[in-house]
């Protein structure tokens, strides 16, 4: 048999060389991903903001609240308060409800929500009216100033029923100083009102307004007012831009949430 030439041979040496050379850069470059991915996966933490915003979240979607608009910015706002109250002690700890009214929407809207966060259940869902001095069908004028008929912004807690003028109604505690604070001195209660009606949007094209109560239908007036009495948070939401609150410290929410429910932080 003819004997390969030194040429061949030399060929055959280079592509042997040259292959060896392939498999051994491509291994030294792959290890360094291999180790920054698992380094990277070690790091990845599950924070206790993360797990705040999770909580958010499957509470919205477990309640079914995008189904009936409520708007997740605007809920998790509420949340926060919520958590913020539990954590100064100014709510009831057996009545875990919240309400929420997004002013941001018109007025022929269902913009209250009453939320139950014991049942994950959504308990209304229902037209409310603004002050006469907010607006016409939307409310972009807010004030905590007594005879300016306008709604007031901000974070509240449900307090006394009495009978008044209007029927059975509740009073509110204010809690965000200068924009809801006088809430006792301009009597803003939850009310019913004639004309809080499907029938009346019907016929003038939006609500009727009030001097600056959340004015609820006649007939769940009574309804409402039993399932969020005793102590539990009202969050009234709108379009006013200085608006602050004490009440909207995230961190502070986050800390009560993680103490309340007992939740721990951990590596994925």
């Keep these: 048999m003819k ?26 470059v792959s290890e360094p991903v291999e180790v920054l991915t698992k380094t990277s996966k070690v790091n990845n933490v599950v924070s206790a903001a993360d797990l705040f915003d999770q909580h958010v979240t499957d509470v919205y979607n477990k309640i079914g609240l995008q189904a009936s608009q409520l708007d997740f910015a605007v809920f998790k706002k509420a949340l926060v308060g919520y958590y913020n109250f539990k954590d100064a ?125 959340p004015a609820l239908p006649v007939e769940l007036t009574k309804t409402i007012i039993d399932n969020i009495k005793g102590k539990t948070t009202l969050f009234i939401n709108g379009n006013q831009k200085n608006y602050i609150s004490k009440f909207a410290d995230m961190n502070l929410a986050v800390n009560t949430f993680m103490n309340t429910t007992g939740a721990v932080t951990a590596s994925l």
Aim: proline share 1%; aromatic share 10%.
């Design 89 to 213: 002690s100014l709510i009831s700890k057996n009545h875990n409800v919240i309400t929420i009214v997004d002013f941001n929407k018109p007025s022929t809207k269902k913009r209250l929500w009453i939320v139950d966060l014991d049942n994950s259940k959504l308990l209304f869902n229902t037209l409310v009216a603004h002050g006469q001095g907010s607006g016409d069908n939307m409310a972009m004028n807010f004030s905590n100033t007594e005879n300016s008929h306008q709604s007031s912004l901000g974070f509240y807690i449900t307090s006394d029923i009495y009978f008044g003028k209007h029927g059975l109604s509740m009073k509110l505690d204010g809690m965000d100083k200068g924009f809801n604070s006088n809430a006792r001195e301009r009597a803003i209660v939850v009310h019913g009102a004639e004309y809080v009606s499907q029938s009346f949007v019907n016929s003038r094209g939006r609500l009727g307004r009030s001097h600056g109560c």
């Design 3 to 28: 004997k390969p030439s030194i040429g061949i041979l030399s060929t055959l040496f280079i592509l042997l060389a040259f292959t060896a050379v392939s498999w051994t850069s491509n291994k030294t």
